[in-house]
């Protein structure tokens, strides 16, 4: 049964297995959630199921996960079993769990399949790959037994020129901690560079106790470009894009683009190092100093253009949809090609932002400028630069 709040909309997925006593927790803690949830106007108290006792520890089976309060998983292989082990779990935000209907699907078609382990399939080997429950992607065209195949949607290249001259907009995400006071200096004036060519730039400062104070973020721009003010989260990039981009793409405008980065290096581990900085100039280079380029690419009919588009799932952490995403997270996207639900697709987690274009759109419709199908986390080392200087040489000679 789907609840309701009292004012006849859905609730949520989080309340909707709580106040059903599909997840398994102490009662004490249930009762606290139900009355917060109740107070908070998003349930009604009728709606309220029993108490789930607490299931013994010896039925957890091997493979399933513990959830975060210590208490054994519910023993059943069901839809609604699995997603019950994994809800209250630490990876169900950046593994992606799917909904319930979703999942209902596909223990569906893979109801009485031999190649079914569990939760799982036998013909994949990755576990992070062929677990039903979170898996966002198929890993291969068709089902090795049979009973699924991939669902097909290519992108048709439709000419999309721009009618005048195009509004050229900027997104940017700046950390600006003390220690790293040079890196994202340097960013900023890669932006101010360039500042004069566009028509708009909104950039928004996360500070914590490690930081500068926003205002001296502010007064390096000045009065160029607007500014978004946020408390730093583990989330990084993610807690910042969509109140970033939305005001663009509210405007749907087909005669505007929006190039988006970020001040790459500030983590203690990459600051300083020479291959990060190579990273960030070619970035650069490739978006941001390239509109030319970028421009012939969207009026092509592409909706999103980057650099080091990378051919695979995503992160060790995060599985896009469509497999791919822009290493290094810098991107031209045209607003009024965005999908309508595109904030809904922001993870709300580290790395949602580079993953996000691999959620929005098929690996067709993202153009590749320069610096393709780099391995997993390669830009970090010299050694990628140095196999890859003499193709990305060539590619500047091409632009003087």
């Not at 898996?135 to 991939?150: A, D, F, I, M, V």
């Not at 000045?222 to 990039?237: F, S």
């Not at 995403?325 to 922001?346: E, K, L």
């Amino acid at each position: 049964m789907i609840l309701t709040k009292p004012d006849g909309t859905p609730v949520s997925q989080r309340v909707q297995l709580i106040a059903s006593g599909a997840v398994p927790m102490r009662s004490s803690v249930r009762r606290k959630y139900l009355a917060k949830f109740i107070a908070a106007g998003e349930l009604i108290a009728q709606d309220i199921g029993p108490d789930n006792p607490r299931p013994k520890q010896s039925t957890r089976r091997r493979g399933m996960p513990r959830s975060r309060n210590g208490h054994a998983p519910v023993p059943t292989w069901s839809p609604r079993g699995i997603l019950q082990a994994v809800v209250t779990s630490r990876e169900r935000g950046r593994r992606g769990l799917v909904s319930l209907e979703e999942a209902q699907h596909r223990f569906a078609m893979c109801d009485g399949c031999p190649l079914r382990v569990g939760h799982r399939c036998g013909a994949i080997s990755c576990p992070n790959k062929s677990d039903l429950r979170v898996n966002l992607r198929y890993e291969q065209s068709e089902c090795p037994h049979g009973r699924w195949q991939k669902p097909f949607q290519p992108w048709q290249l439709i000419p999309q020129p721009f009618i005048a001259q195009p509004r050229k907009l900027i997104a940017f995400h700046v950390y600006p901690h003390r220690g790293a006071r040079a890196n994202w200096l340097w960013h900023l004036e890669q932006i101010g560079d360039q500042l004069d060519k566009f028509e708009r730039c909104r950039i928004a400062i996360v500070t914590d106790r490690h930081t500068v104070r926003a205002e001296e973020v502010q007064s390096i721009l000045g009065d160029r470009a607007e500014y978004l003010v946020r408390r730093n989260h583990k989330m990084g990039e993610s807690l910042t894009f969509r109140d970033l981009l939305a005001p663009y793409v509210a405007d749907a405008d087909p005669n505007s683009a929006i190039w988006y980065g970020h001040a790459k290096g500030i983590k203690a581990h990459v600051r300083g190092k020479p291959a990060v900085r190579k990273w960030c100039e070619a970035m650069y280079e490739a978006t941001l100093r390239n509109w030319d380029q970028v421009r012939g690419l969207m009026e092509e009919g592409y909706p999103i253009a980057g650099c080091l588009k990378a051919q695979h799932w995503g992160t060790p952490f995060i599985q896009t949809q469509w497999s791919w995403h822009y290493s290094g997270t810098f991107f031209w996207v045209r607003p009024h090609m965005i999908p309508a639900d595109w904030q809904a697709r922001v993870r709300q987690t580290y790395g949602g932002v580079e993953v996000w274009p691999g959620d929005c759109f098929p690996s067709a419709a993202g153009a590749g400028i320069v610096l393709d199908d780099p391995p997993f986390a390669a830009a970090y080392k010299e050694s990628f630069w140095r196999s890859r200087q003499s193709e990305y040489n060539q590619w500047l000679n091409t632009r003087s």
